[in-house]
């Protein structure tokens, strides 16, 4: 008996210096220095250059649907256009709390002092300027330089504003992913092109839905744990539920031209640009209506001209908005490789 004893002791003691290892191993190792290279991308103060970055930032890739004050996220979406402070706030139960910071040219509380390769990298490789991960909200890793470039300098040319955000915190099981290397920034897997000047091509489409506006990482299915596209692409069934959804559950449709099952596909170009430019109808819904409401009508060709290129997948979503209370069913479509 008191051998046993003896032994529960020592295996409990042991196991509890594991855990004490591993917790200042998580805390020591969690925030370290990733290497991304510093594009070689410079701000512009050409006024064209500028007025491409406004565009994509209030239109197409909405930055400003999260580098704005809370509580003017609305008026953002109605047409509203401030400079990009930030204030955006999202807790992801078991992942931490992120924050959007202040993009705006202030030098204690914005990006005043961040280097035009540090803005790049962190939207090329998700490294922030600290040299840390940066939290995979912003996936423009395949944007044109150019792109990247008229972004750059439209955040350089708003007014500064001081607005200071306090840091995203990350919870310790995020840190112990990151301290064993299972989430780590990404890098484009194919170089990203230099320039693609706006047509209406389905080329030009895919473009813009993939690495512009995200429609593809919202209406793919994500593998929760890993953030990884796992499903068939564009056909939905991710399902969106946290404090921007009011206690709706709300689920991403199949937007693939798959008759029947896709929402779009008896859709002729009109109503897809009617619906496309007008605007947020639920104030509870994470698609980004309102920024969406801006797109050119070229725009608007060229990412339907894709969407109906695409191949049909067969998936259907019984519906995209659950009352608070109701449960969405569990999608579970893979695409093939995964
Ligand atoms: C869905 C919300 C969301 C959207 C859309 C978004 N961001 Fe962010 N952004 C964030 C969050 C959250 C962080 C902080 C991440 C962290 O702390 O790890 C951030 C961080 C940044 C940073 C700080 C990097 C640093 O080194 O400190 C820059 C610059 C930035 N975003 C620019 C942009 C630009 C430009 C766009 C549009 C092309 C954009 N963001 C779109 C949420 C968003
Ligand atoms: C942040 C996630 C997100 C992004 C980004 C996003 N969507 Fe959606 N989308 C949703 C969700 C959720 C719904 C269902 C709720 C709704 O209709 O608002 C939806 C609905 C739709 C619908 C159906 C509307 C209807 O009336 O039935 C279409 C079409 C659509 N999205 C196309 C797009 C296109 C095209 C893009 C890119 C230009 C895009 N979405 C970007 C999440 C997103």
């Known amino acids: 008996m008191k051998k046993v004893l003896s032994i529960l002791k020592w295996t409990l003691g042991i196991l509890a210096l594991l855990v004490l290892a591993l917790f200042i191993y998580v805390q020591l190792a969690w925030s370290k220095k990733y290497e991304a290279p510093l594009p070689d991308i410079k701000a512009s103060a050409d006024s064209a250059v500028i007025a491409r970055g406004k565009y994509l930032a209030f239109g197409p890739s909405h930055c400003a649907t999260c580098h704005v004050p809370m509580d003017k996220s609305m008026e953002v979406e109605s047409g509203l256009e401030i400079p990009l402070s930030g204030g955006w706030e999202l807790e992801i139960p078991g992942f931490g709390k992120f924050r959007a910071p202040n993009i705006t040219p202030d030098p204690e509380t914005g990006i005043g002092k961040l280097s035009d390769g540090e803005l790049a990298r962190t939207l090329r490789h998700a490294v922030g300027s600290d040299g840390r991960l940066i939290a995979p909200f912003m996936p423009y890793q395949n944007m044109s330089d150019d792109d990247v470039q008229a972004l750059i300098s439209f955040m350089r040319s708003q007014p500064p504003v001081k607005n200071k955000i306090e840091k995203t915190e990350w919870s310790f099981v995020a840190k112990a992913l990151m301290a064993f290397g ?17 047509d209406t091509t389905a080329a030009y489409g895919e473009y813009l839905a993939v690495n512009v506006a995200n429609c593809k990482g919202c209406h793919t299915r994500m593998d929760p744990n890993s953030g990884a596209l796992v499903g068939q692409p564009f056909a939905g069934g991710n399902v969106f539920s946290d404090a921007f959804t009011k206690g709706h559950s709300m689920v991403s449709p199949n937007i693939t031209p798959h008759p029947g099952n896709g929402v779009i596909s008896s859709w002729d170009f009109q109503r897809f640009k009617t619906r496309m430019q007008g605007g947020r109808v639920l104030d509870y819904t994470p698609m980004p209506w309102g920024a969406l409401s801006r797109l050119t009508d070229n725009d608007v060709k060229a990412i339907y001209a894709y969407l109906k290129s695409l191949p049909a997948v067969d998936h259907k979503i019984v519906k995209t908005d659950y009352a608070p209370g109701e449960k969405p069913p569990v999608y579970t479509n893979t695409a093939a490789g995964n």
Do not use: D, F, N, Q
Not at 182 to 197: D, F, I, T
């Open 182 to 198: 299972v989430m780590k920034p990404e890098s484009p897997k194919v170089a990203p092109p230099k320039s693609l000047p706006p």
